[in-house]
């Protein structure tokens, strides 16, 4: 598994996407048809990739956007700089597609050496700026931190002041992982039965006081913190905030809020302490990645619905694919197992990476739902 790879399926994604279809304000109260139950209801689909922003010549990326749009993709999520966004979205809007600027929002190393005190410190007291857990470049900020908290709120405003862009998408919008998929523990040579110390975060000075001041009592001296609900609770609605922060700054500015999330919200609360279910984003867009979780592709029908149900209609939910992980007639299999379970449309990780036979079935499996797709 490379770099980038890794990255993304423990929760990295990138979107591009078209203003209509996703109201800009939270949806509290939305009561759109998107129940798995009411699958006769006429649904709109929209189809999203994640992409890498590798930009060879314009005529290279707009004969790439075209043909994806072709396809019936109508949003790409692509991370790059205020200058690659300047490029990039006049040339994606001719042919069609929204771009959606692709952040890791809390795992990013760039203020490891000028501010180390604003990384996440692990239950064993090891902070990621000097002793990140997996690999090298796991380095997460602490979202309870002030100064990150505004450091990131900048970040965000400055990337949704971009003239064009359709929206902000949100990945690595999380702690890390506690336990990773099951599927990746014989890489790591590690048994993740329970959640043990040094990938149980965040125990920094900031966390601890907050948590005693709410609580009453420091994490670091609960008899058993996995299983104390409050402290759980603590790390979600630490997330929680951050989330309702970049909302505002990007709504601000009238532009879409999107986020990858873990595939189930019961996974996604075990592993990583995202509760996105409650989340004041327009959309999600949940790695809904089979092989990871050692489960057959019928899967992602029963994921996908689990998040649909739990929604209960306040946002779109789509489902993202590891294409990598599926032959053309497993990906035309997971595009139907998806939209069964009521997903609003696909994301498919990752849009450069497609052969001409995945596109060809995926374009097929959309088809034939009979949802008008890439209208
Ligand atoms: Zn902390």
Redesign the pocket.
Known sequence: MNRRTFLHTLGAGAVFGRHGDIPLSPPQHSSRDSKPEKRNAPVSLKNWAWMRGDIKSMDDWRRKLAAMRAAGIEAILIGGGADFYRTAIPAARLEGLEVHAWIFTMMRGEHVKTHPEWY??SRRGDSTAEKPPYVDYYRFM????DEVKQYLAGYVRGLAQIDGLAGVHLDYIRYPDVILPVALWPKYNLVQDKEYPEFD????????D?FKRQAGVDPLELPNPPGHAAWLRYRYD?INEMVRLLAEEAQAQKKLVTAAVFPTPAIARALVRQDWVRWPVNAVLPMVYQAFYKEEVAWIERATREGVSALGGRMPLYTGLYVPDLTPDALGSAVDCALAGGAQGISLFQGNTLTAAHWEAFTAAIKRSGKSGGA
């Open positions: 996440a410190v602490c979202p309870a931190r975060y965040c125990y920094c000075r900031v966390c601890r907050r630490t």
